[in-house]
């Protein structure tokens, strides 16, 4: 008969995977941030049938050292700088092993009571951390991607059109339903519009205004003329820090214009939300108390390991109203309880408040405002030096922790000549196995990045970084 693991082997085992997690967090850097691997290398070194007879324990971690780890794009590692940084913390880490030891599924309050109401009032802490109303409502989803989906479909549920009843095909009284965001909100928001059947097209991407925010004139006008040919403006999404270069849209103009049209507003702060925890940055979220839903992700900025994104509406209702679904087998005789199924598609529901509880009791308050501070006081560093070289210029104010920039010597180079320019530089970087830079392009042109997020990066990983991009633009210049 085969038998579960039994106590004696598990605390073995055990004792062997935190010893391996220890030694791997002691030193990430013993590893290259990013492998120098082929695609199809890890497919190729691994069978192509599961094994038929039970495999020693031992034998599996020895393959996940040999195979998987060399093989990883290093997160944790200090000179990871690309996308976003994050940092899967020691307290976020323990929490997520504890988490998938109950495994518990909290679909309903009373297949997790501890972890839906640990769910609600994490999120009610990081909503007053945040300085958002005692108003929203807040659940745990695994992206912020799920999240402006759900957001949106709410918005459309909102409408009243019956739309969850009778689905939007075949009728042709329904007009087109449009969704306006800037053209530098992320791409999650085109897949949202996308897979709630309102077609790419009618996701309007608005123009940005000298410092990448979408320009409210801008929307007032699109809305207008989109009401005059018949569509329905359904609802905006507003940024607070995007992708690119972390701009923040003007949101109390924005809400303002949402309200007197009558359109729900939707904040994707998954990065930057979590800078409100600042008091000195309080004001990124200034307006968002207006808003009708907002996504912000601890598992970007916040130091809890992927994923958690918190969703926070001011309307649970049309939420429920938009997903709430109770099968015979799923009715339990709980009433006024939050039952996580009718907040969105998933009916399973990860224990993801478990790590983020840890995470906001282990470092504190005070100890998040202090290492955001620290990378803040590292982005405006290197910002500087970018500034200050003759060769190398700032793409966008920095904000945050994200500094883009491009290399732009003096010369007669043709623009896409400089974009060639800067991909070399970033390759030849990269190569390093020390760093990871991402690139984005701003206004067409392709321009580096460098994000901060990893509680592991100090001063001496953001310089070394800032030496090997001076050698290779040195390099590219030869
Ligand atoms: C502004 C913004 N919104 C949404 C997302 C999507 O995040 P997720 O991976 O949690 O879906 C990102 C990802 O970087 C982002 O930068």
Known sequence: ???????????????????????????????????????????????????????????????????????TTHWNHPGFFAYFGITGSGPGILGEA??????????????????T????????????????????????????????????????????????ERGLAGRPELPALRVYCSEDAHSSVDKAVIALGLGAD?????????????????????????????????????????????????????????????????????YAGSAAI??????????????????????KWLFTPIDCSAAYTRHPHVMRQAFSLTPEYLAT????????????????????????????????????VEALREHLRLANLFAGWVRDHPGFVLAAPVHF???????????SRTAPELDELNGSILDRVNASGEVFLSHTRVRGRYTIRLAIGNLRTTEEHVTRAWALLCEAAAEADR
């Open 117 to 164: 109401e640990l769910e609600e009032v994490t999120l009610g802490w990081l909503r007053r951390l945040l300085g958002l109303p005692d108003s929203f409502f807040g659940v745990i989803n695994d992206t912020a991607s799920s999240s402006t989906f759900y957001a949106l479909a709410a918005a459309r549920e909102a409408l009243g059109l019956g739309i969850r």
């Open 333 to 368: 005789p709980e009433s006024d309880v939050t039952n996580l199924m009718d907040y969105g598609v998933s009916l399973g529901r990860r224990f993801r408040s478990l790590k983020l509880w840890f995470v906001l009791r282990y470092f504190g308050r005070a100890g998040i």
């Open 98 to 115: 504890l988490a998938a030891a109950l495994n518990v599924n909290a679909m309903l309050w009373r297949s997790g009571p501890a972890q």
């Open 202 to 270: 009618n996701l309007v991407r608005l123009p940005t205004d000298r410092e990448f925010r979408l320009d409210p004139d801008a929307l007032r006008a699109a809305v207008a003329e989109d009401q005059a040919r018949g569509f329905l403006p359904m609802a905006v999404v507003a940024t607070v820090g995007t992708t690119g270069v972390t701009a923040v849209d003007p949101v109390p103009a924005i809400a303002d214009l949402c309200q007197r049209e009558g359109l729900w507003l939707h904040v994707d702060a998954a």
């Open 278 to 299: 600042l008091p000195e940055l309080r004001q990124v979220l200034d307006g968002c108390d207006r808003a009708d839903s907002l996504v912000v992700n601890p598992h």
């Open 401 to 411: 922790s994200v500094v883009t920039f491009r290399y732009e010597p003096s010369g």
């Open 1 to 71: 008969m085969t038998r579960e693991m039994g106590p004696t082997e598990f605390r073995a085992h055990g004792h062997a995977v935190i010893e391996r997690i220890a030694r791997y967090l002691e030193r990430p850097e013993a590893f290259d941030v990013l492998p120098a691997i082929r695609p199809g290398a890890v497919k190729s070194a691994l069978p192509a049938e599961a094994p038929e007879e039970p495999e020693p324990f031992d034998r599996i971690l020895d393959d996940y050292d040999r195979l998987i780890l060399p093989a």
